[in-house]
Protein backbone atom coordinates (compact mmCIF):
# COMPACT_ATOMS: atom_id res chain seq x y z
CA UNK A 1 0.00 0.00 0.00
CA UNK A 2 0.96 3.53 -0.58
CA UNK A 3 -0.71 7.06 0.44
CA UNK A 4 -0.02 9.81 -2.08
CA UNK A 5 -0.77 13.04 -0.79
CA UNK A 6 -0.03 15.79 -3.08
CA UNK A 7 0.10 19.84 -2.49
CA UNK A 8 0.91 23.09 -4.39
CA UNK A 9 -1.77 23.55 -6.92
CA UNK A 10 -3.36 26.84 -7.74
CA UNK A 11 -4.00 29.69 -10.02
CA UNK A 12 -0.73 31.66 -12.00
CA UNK A 13 -0.41 33.87 -15.08
CA UNK A 14 0.69 32.41 -17.79
CA UNK A 15 4.54 32.26 -18.07
CA UNK A 16 4.40 31.46 -14.48
CA UNK A 17 5.87 29.15 -12.17
CA UNK A 18 4.59 26.18 -9.85
CA UNK A 19 6.09 23.45 -8.09
CA UNK A 20 3.73 20.92 -6.63
CA UNK A 21 4.74 17.85 -4.30
CA UNK A 22 3.52 14.40 -3.68
CA UNK A 23 4.75 13.03 -0.33
CA UNK A 24 4.80 9.46 -0.36
CA UNK A 25 4.00 7.17 2.64
CA UNK A 26 6.98 4.52 2.72
CA UNK A 27 10.53 5.14 1.19
CA UNK A 28 10.67 6.08 -2.71
CA UNK A 29 13.06 3.47 -2.99
CA UNK A 30 10.43 0.84 -2.00
CA UNK A 31 8.34 1.80 -5.15
CA UNK A 32 9.09 1.28 -9.01
CA UNK A 33 8.28 4.40 -10.24
CA UNK A 34 6.64 7.92 -9.35
CA UNK A 35 5.22 10.25 -11.57
CA UNK A 36 2.44 13.08 -12.41
CA UNK A 37 -0.09 12.49 -15.04
CA UNK A 38 -2.81 15.42 -15.59
CA UNK A 39 -6.76 15.65 -16.99
CA UNK A 40 -8.27 18.56 -18.46
CA UNK A 41 -11.69 18.23 -18.60
CA UNK A 42 -13.31 16.16 -21.45
CA UNK A 43 -9.54 14.44 -22.45
CA UNK A 44 -7.78 11.59 -21.76
CA UNK A 45 -5.83 11.33 -18.52
CA UNK A 46 -1.83 11.89 -19.62
CA UNK A 47 1.18 11.01 -18.37
CA UNK A 48 3.57 14.08 -17.54
CA UNK A 49 6.46 13.15 -15.80
CA UNK A 50 7.86 9.87 -14.17
CA UNK A 51 10.96 8.94 -12.89
CA UNK A 52 11.81 5.66 -11.34
CA UNK A 53 13.25 3.75 -8.94
CA UNK A 54 17.05 4.39 -9.65
CA UNK A 55 16.53 8.06 -11.39
CA UNK A 56 15.63 7.64 -14.87
CA UNK A 57 13.29 10.31 -16.34
CA UNK A 58 10.95 10.77 -18.69
CA UNK A 59 8.83 13.72 -20.10
CA UNK A 60 5.84 14.36 -22.15
CA UNK A 61 7.10 16.11 -25.49
CA UNK A 62 4.63 18.98 -24.10
CA UNK A 63 6.51 20.08 -21.30
CA UNK A 64 10.12 18.92 -22.07
CA UNK A 65 12.19 21.86 -21.30
CA UNK A 66 9.92 23.65 -18.93
CA UNK A 67 8.78 20.66 -16.28
CA UNK A 68 11.65 19.06 -14.05
CA UNK A 69 10.60 15.86 -11.86
CA UNK A 70 12.76 15.49 -8.95
CA UNK A 71 13.01 13.61 -5.69
CA UNK A 72 14.01 13.83 -2.04
CA UNK A 73 14.25 10.47 -0.35
CA UNK A 74 14.74 12.10 2.87
CA UNK A 75 11.41 13.27 2.98
CA UNK A 76 9.19 10.47 0.19
CA UNK A 77 8.55 13.30 -2.05
CA UNK A 78 8.48 13.80 -5.45
CA UNK A 79 8.07 17.04 -6.97
CA UNK A 80 7.26 18.82 -10.36
CA UNK A 81 8.81 22.25 -11.24
CA UNK A 82 6.37 23.73 -13.37
CA UNK A 83 7.98 26.83 -15.31
CA UNK A 84 6.62 28.42 -18.34
CA UNK A 85 3.18 27.64 -18.06
CA UNK A 86 0.61 27.97 -20.67
CA UNK A 87 -3.13 28.07 -20.32
CA UNK A 88 -3.33 24.33 -22.17
CA UNK A 89 -1.35 22.82 -18.99
CA UNK A 90 -4.95 23.70 -17.14
CA UNK A 91 -5.43 20.63 -15.94
CA UNK A 92 -5.82 18.37 -12.65
CA UNK A 93 -2.25 17.19 -11.70
CA UNK A 94 -2.36 13.19 -9.90
CA UNK A 95 0.51 11.66 -8.74
CA UNK A 96 1.13 8.17 -9.23
CA UNK A 97 3.05 5.46 -7.71
CA UNK A 98 3.57 1.69 -8.98
CA UNK A 99 4.15 -0.58 -6.81
CA UNK A 100 4.28 -3.59 -9.03
CA UNK A 101 1.41 -5.11 -10.30
CA UNK A 102 -0.26 -2.15 -8.56
CA UNK A 103 -0.80 1.56 -9.61
CA UNK A 104 -1.45 3.91 -6.37
CA UNK A 105 -3.16 7.35 -6.98
CA UNK A 106 -3.52 10.77 -5.02
CA UNK A 107 -6.39 12.62 -4.79
CA UNK A 108 -5.33 15.51 -7.40
CA UNK A 109 -4.53 18.52 -7.22
CA UNK A 110 -5.87 21.63 -9.59
CA UNK A 111 -3.61 23.94 -11.80
CA UNK A 112 -4.85 27.03 -13.76
CA UNK A 113 -2.97 29.18 -16.14
CA UNK A 114 -4.45 31.97 -16.85
CA UNK A 115 -4.15 33.64 -20.89
Known amino acids: QVQLVESGGGLVQAGGSLRLSCAAS????????MGWFRQAPGKQRELVAVISRSGDTNYADSVKGRFTISRDSAEDTVYLQMDSLKPEDTAVYLCNAKVFPKDYWGQGTQVTVSS
Open 26 to 33: RSIFTINS
